[in-house]
């Protein structure tokens, strides 16, 4: 059974920086392609950032220059480094591994960006 656990939201205020953590268990993490989603009260669930196996890399726009998606195959974990945080990026962020038809999600974590 494919379990992902996240961790590393909370609140933090304007300019600051914050990791979250997604750890997987129940699969052979590498062979997966992974990524950050997120959804605010209201709004459609959206992509943040992808980790392509073979090492590409996509972020939104709104994000990019800011956030910094991340694996480390050896601890089964994916990481998703925030920095220069803004108001709009409070949401809950959920992490996503996917291989073919296969489609896991965490639980999400809460990020609250708040003055």
């Known amino acids: 059974q494919v379990q992902l656990v996240e961790s590393g939201g909370g609140l933090v205020q304007p300019g600051g920086s914050l990791r979250l953590s997604c750890a997987a268990s129940?699969?052979?993490?590498?062979?997966?392609?992974v990524g950050w989603y997120r959804q605010a009260p209201g709004k459609q669930r959206e992509l943040v950032a992808a980790?392509?196996?073979?090492?590409?890399?996509n972020y939104a726009d709104s994000v990019k220059g800011r956030f910094t998606i991340s694996r480390d195959n050896a601890k089964n974990t994916m990481y998703l480094q925030m920095n220069n945080l803004k108001l709009e990026d409070t949401a809950v962020y959920y992490c996503n591994i996917g291989l073919g038809g296969s489609n896991y999600w965490g639980q999400g974590t809460q990020v609250t960006v708040s003055s």
């Open positions: 980790l392509i196996r073979v090492g590409t890399t």
């Open positions: 129940g699969t052979i993490f590498r062979f997966y392609d």
